[in-house]
């Protein structure tokens, strides 16, 4: 089970990221998730650099996110990992409480692999968060050259 | 009878006693011409000396001369045994009987009547000398005594005499009649076609006069007719004075007409930032015809004559008279449409603004408003899960009521939103199956339809233009509602149908339900507005209202029939051509000032 590789939650409000959390753990996956409270934290994780400097090399299976966080928004996060090449592949689902045709739109024009509205009912919630983590992170077979690969810290992108 | 023998005019020796000089020239030349000698004199005296010491052939004199008269010396010729035969020609006037008596006294032998025409002259001159030689010397008539005018005279004038001087006498008189005849005839002639040129003349008068008071008439017309528009007209020549300014000018920039007239335009309403510009545009069409503003509306400042810039809407024509350009302008003040203009932009500009902070606003409700009501819902439920065993009857009561008021709480917030993004979401017309529409919306409500009796009646449904996801859920809501308010029906009756109207389609949704009562119909597409509680039918009170919303904006009408307990029909109609509903306006006016 040391292969599973994580699932990155980025998520800047607490009681949110507490029930994605249990409607992950609904299902009892195995995946690490690794949550952060905002956009640039989450492209912090990604590059390895700041508090993640020392993680370990490899990219999530998947990056949940939520839209509107402090600092750097979600739209903003995915924008930057679907420029970056070695990012790209990186499954990208944007989980949020906003169903405007605008944010929809600028998700996908940027490449979002999934755009998931989150249900008021928590049934409902529970359902479509746990399916999102068994498909992305069971289901899905990832690309091959970021399966199990390592990623270096590139010099160019440290601040 | 001896036939007399003139011999050639060389030989015949002609006095002329002739005072005049151009006279003696004229006759001297006319009688040397024809071979004659020719002797003068310039008064009877010398005559008669001249006759004694050689006797002429022939006297040709003139009567009226100073010291003796021609009369006189013909007298003294005559009365002279030895002169008597020299025949005397007297030239005159014959201006009245006495000058023929006086003749015929004198005992002259002719007569030449002045002017004379140089044949007639010759003729005579013939004439006397063949009756010299013919006369016979012994014959002689006894004198005959007769009164002219009141004197007496003695003619003793031979018979002979008194012919040739009668006949050239009488020949005068028919020629002079004759001449007096054509000239009375020429003259005729002339009155006649005076009189012609005459009529003709009044005729041109009279019809002069008449165009001149039509003109005028017209003028006067041109002028009340220009006067009692509402435009101001102004006309310009080609040197750029003003010619004509009606009431309407007056009123619009102060100057009155009398004042203005004759001035230069430039120097009056046109404001000096735009003087160059006229003169040279002008200058630019006199020379190549071309003229950018002309024959068309434009709008530009003007000058008052107080000084004051107003905005006018102005089109110029140039009109071409003999050979000049007349520039006519009809103009008027827009001061107030501009105001209003700048007003309306204004209130565009703020209802915009407001747009954007609804839009601001709603996704806030969208994002922020859910996410509170997520919590809330997601913690009861696992409150729920945690303290299961230890909650009686009451307890999951409380909790479950705490689910129901989040759930209807989200409906309602989707609803709302829904309702808003329907108001700002850019409609897109393509032409909809209405029937097909109508069949999917069915099957999407089966799930409320479960465990239901309901006939369907789908009548024959036309394509419309309009949007299609817009026009779908107009038909979940009036499809939805008609399944929702026959639930008490045993048997629910639901007939979808169409009526074509005068440039309008009409659908219909008919059903057989508990319907309501009319009198609270106005408020049936308010927002929040129900006629059933919550208890007896579930909602939100925002379902008509929506459908209502996007009706109008596809320019179409909604309105409903109904009575408690037999049921409800909602009726939409949607213009034929949708470009005409207010929404296409919109958009294209909205479009038009984009690209303007």
């Given at each position: 089970m040391a292969n599973l590789k994580r699932i990155l939650l980025a998520e800047d409000n607490p009681k949110d990221v507490e029930l994605t959390l249990t409607a992950l753990d609904e299902h009892k996956l195995a995946n690490e998730v690794v949550v952060v409270h905002n956009g640039a934290e989450a492209l912090d994780y990604l590059y390895r650099?700041?508090?993640?400097?020392a993680r370990e090399v490899g990219n999530p299976a998947v990056v949940l996110l939520?839209?509107?966080?402090?600092?750097?928004?979600g739209l903003e996060v995915l924008r930057m990992v679907k420029a970056d090449p070695d990012l790209k592949s990186i499954p990208m689902v944007v989980l949020t409480s906003s169903r405007e045709e605008r944010d929809l739109a600028r998700s996908y024009s940027q490449g979002v692999n999934a755009y998931v509205v989150k249900p008021v009912e928590f049934q409902e919630f529970i359902k479509a968060v746990s399916s999102l983590g068994i498909f992305w992170a069971l289901v899905n077979e990832p690309p091959p050259r970021s399966a199990g690969k390592m990623k270096e810290p590139r010099s160019h992108s440290q601040p | 009878m001896n036939v007399p023998v003139i011999g050639r005019n060389q030989d015949i020796d002609v006095l002329i006693v002739e005072d005049s000089p151009t006279q003696i020239a004229h006759l001297s030349y006319l009688l040397e011409e024809e071979g004659y000698a020719v002797r003068t004199t310039t008064n009877g005296r010398q005559a008669l000396a001249a006759i004694r010491s050689r006797m002429p052939t022939i006297i040709i004199s003139d009567i009226m001369m100073p010291e003796m008269d021609g009369y006189t010396l013909c007298r003294a010729i005559k009365a002279d045994a030895t002169l008597k035969n020299v025949p005397v020609i007297l030239v005159t006037?014959?201006?009245?009987?006495q000058d023929v008596v006086m003749g015929l006294e004198c005992c002259a032998d002719n007569f030449i009547t002045k002017p004379y025409d140089p044949q007639f002259l010759l003729a005579r001159i013939t004439q006397s000398l063949l009756n010299k030689a013919l006369r016979s010397p012994h014959s002689r008539d006894a004198p005959v005594q007769i009164e002219l005018a009141g004197s007496r005279y003695t003619i003793s004038a031979e018979r002979h005499q008194i012919l040739d001087l009668l006949i050239p006498t009488y020949e005068e008189a028919v020629r002079l009649n004759q001449k007096l005849k054509e000239q009375q005839q020429e003259l005729a002639l002339e009155v006649q076609e005076r009189t012609a040129a005459n009529e003709r003349l009044v005729a041109e008068m009279a019809e002069r006069k008449r165009a001149e008071e039509a003109l005028r008439k017209s003028e006067e017309q041109t002028r009340t007719i220009l006067n009692l528009a509402n435009e101001a007209y102004i006309a310009m020549d080609s040197d750029g004075v003003i010619r004509d300014w009606n009431r309407a000018a007056e009123v619009t920039f102060g100057w009155p007409r009398e004042d203005i007239l004759g001035k230069p335009l430039v120097e009056s309403v046109i404001p000096p930032r735009y003087r160059e510009a006229h003169t040279r545009g002008v200058q630019h069409f006199l020379k190549t015809g071309e003229g950018p503003v002309l024959n068309k509306r434009i709008e530009i400042e003007a000058l008052h004559k107080d000084g004051h810039e107003l905005p006018v809407e102005l089109s110029i024509t140039p009109i071409r008279l003999a050979e000049r350009f007349i520039f006519c302008a009809f103009l008027h003040d827009i001061t107030e449409r501009k105001q209003a203009e700048r007003e309306l932009r204004t209130r565009t500009e703020q209802l915009e603004a407001a747009n954007k902070e609804l839009e601001a606003f709603s996704y806030s409700v969208s994002h922020d408003l859910r996410a509170p009501l997520r919590h809330i819902n997601g913690f009861a439920d696992l409150l729920q899960r945690h303290v299961t065993s230890m909650l009686d009857e009451k307890g999951r009561r409380y909790l479950g009521t705490i689910s129901d008021s989040v759930r209807q709480m989200g409906l309602l917030i989707d609803d709302l939103l829904t309702f808003s993004r329907m108001g700002r979401t850019q409609l897109h017309f393509t032409e909809v199956n209405l029937e097909e529409l109508v069949r999917q919306v069915m099957d999407d409500l089966k799930p409320e339809m479960e465990e239901r009796r309901i006939a369907w009646t789908v009548g024959a449904l036309p394509n419309v233009s309009g949007d299609r996801a817009m026009l779908r859920q107009v038909l979940v809501n009036l499809l939805g509602n008609a399944v929702k308010y026959t639930r008490p029906c045993k048997q629910a009756r639901i007939e979808i149908g169409c009526t074509d109207g005068s440039g309008e389609t009409v659908i219909f949704v008919r059903d057989n339900g508990v319907g309501f009562d009319m009198q609270y119909a106005h408020k049936l597409?308010?927002?929040?507005?129900?006629?059933?509680?919550a208890t007896e039918f579930e909602g939100t009170g925002i379902g008509l209202a929506l459908v209502q919303r996007i009706i109008h904006r596809h320019g179409g009408r909604i309105w409903a029939e109904s009575a408690v307990d037999k049921g409800a029909t909602f009726y939409c109609s949607l213009p034929a051509q949708v470009s005409g509903g207010e929404e296409a306006m919109a958009t294209h006016e909205l479009k038009r000032r984009k690209n303007g």
């Amino acid at each position: 089970m040391a292969n599973l590789k994580r699932i990155l939650l980025a998520e800047d409000n607490p009681k949110d990221v507490e029930l994605t959390l249990t409607a992950l753990d609904e299902h009892k996956l195995a995946n690490e998730v690794v949550v952060v409270h905002n956009g640039a934290e989450a492209l912090d994780y990604l590059y390895r650099r700041g508090k993640f400097s020392a993680r370990e090399v490899g990219n999530p299976a998947v990056v949940l996110l939520d839209i509107k966080m402090p600092k750097v928004d979600g739209l903003e996060v995915l924008r930057m990992v679907k420029a970056d090449p070695d990012l790209k592949s990186i499954p990208m689902v944007v989980l949020t409480s906003s169903r405007e045709e605008r944010d929809l739109a600028r998700s996908y024009s940027q490449g979002v692999n999934a755009y998931v509205v989150k249900p008021v009912e928590f049934q409902e919630f529970i359902k479509a968060v746990s399916s999102l983590g068994i498909f992305w992170a069971l289901v899905n077979e990832p690309p091959p050259r970021s399966a199990g690969k390592m990623k270096e810290p590139r010099s160019h992108s440290q601040p | 009878m001896n036939v007399p023998v003139i011999g050639r005019n060389q030989d015949i020796d002609v006095l002329i006693v002739e005072d005049s000089p151009t006279q003696i020239a004229h006759l001297s030349y006319l009688l040397e011409e024809e071979g004659y000698a020719v002797r003068t004199t310039t008064n009877g005296r010398q005559a008669l000396a001249a006759i004694r010491s050689r006797m002429p052939t022939i006297i040709i004199s003139d009567i009226m001369m100073p010291e003796m008269d021609g009369y006189t010396l013909c007298r003294a010729i005559k009365a002279d045994a030895t002169l008597k035969n020299v025949p005397v020609i007297l030239v005159t006037d014959l201006n009245s009987p006495q000058d023929v008596v006086m003749g015929l006294e004198c005992c002259a032998d002719n007569f030449i009547t002045k002017p004379y025409d140089p044949q007639f002259l010759l003729a005579r001159i013939t004439q006397s000398l063949l009756n010299k030689a013919l006369r016979s010397p012994h014959s002689r008539d006894a004198p005959v005594q007769i009164e002219l005018a009141g004197s007496r005279y003695t003619i003793s004038a031979e018979r002979h005499q008194i012919l040739d001087l009668l006949i050239p006498t009488y020949e005068e008189a028919v020629r002079l009649n004759q001449k007096l005849k054509e000239q009375q005839q020429e003259l005729a002639l002339e009155v006649q076609e005076r009189t012609a040129a005459n009529e003709r003349l009044v005729a041109e008068m009279a019809e002069r006069k008449r165009a001149e008071e039509a003109l005028r008439k017209s003028e006067e017309q041109t002028r009340t007719i220009l006067n009692l528009a509402n435009e101001a007209y102004i006309a310009m020549d080609s040197d750029g004075v003003i010619r004509d300014w009606n009431r309407a000018a007056e009123v619009t920039f102060g100057w009155p007409r009398e004042d203005i007239l004759g001035k230069p335009l430039v120097e009056s309403v046109i404001p000096p930032r735009y003087r160059e510009a006229h003169t040279r545009g002008v200058q630019h069409f006199l020379k190549t015809g071309e003229g950018p503003v002309l024959n068309k509306r434009i709008e530009i400042e003007a000058l008052h004559k107080d000084g004051h810039e107003l905005p006018v809407e102005l089109s110029i024509t140039p009109i071409r008279l003999a050979e000049r350009f007349i520039f006519c302008a009809f103009l008027h003040d827009i001061t107030e449409r501009k105001q209003a203009e700048r007003e309306l932009r204004t209130r565009t500009e703020q209802l915009e603004a407001a747009n954007k902070e609804l839009e601001a606003f709603s996704y806030s409700v969208s994002h922020d408003l859910r996410a509170p009501l997520r919590h809330i819902n997601g913690f009861a439920d696992l409150l729920q899960r945690h303290v299961t065993s230890m909650l009686d009857e009451k307890g999951r009561r409380y909790l479950g009521t705490i689910s129901d008021s989040v759930r209807q709480m989200g409906l309602l917030i989707d609803d709302l939103l829904t309702f808003s993004r329907m108001g700002r979401t850019q409609l897109h017309f393509t032409e909809v199956n209405l029937e097909e529409l109508v069949r999917q919306v069915m099957d999407d409500l089966k799930p409320e339809m479960e465990e239901r009796r309901i006939a369907w009646t789908v009548g024959a449904l036309p394509n419309v233009s309009g949007d299609r996801a817009m026009l779908r859920q107009v038909l979940v809501n009036l499809l939805g509602n008609a399944v929702k308010y026959t639930r008490p029906c045993k048997q629910a009756r639901i007939e979808i149908g169409c009526t074509d109207g005068s440039g309008e389609t009409v659908i219909f949704v008919r059903d057989n339900g508990v319907g309501f009562d009319m009198q609270y119909a106005h408020k049936l597409f308010g927002v929040f507005q129900r006629l059933h509680g919550a208890t007896e039918f579930e909602g939100t009170g925002i379902g008509l209202a929506l459908v209502q919303r996007i009706i109008h904006r596809h320019g179409g009408r909604i309105w409903a029939e109904s009575a408690v307990d037999k049921g409800a029909t909602f009726y939409c109609s949607l213009p034929a051509q949708v470009s005409g509903g207010e929404e296409a306006m919109a958009t294209h006016e909205l479009k038009r000032r984009k690209n303007g």
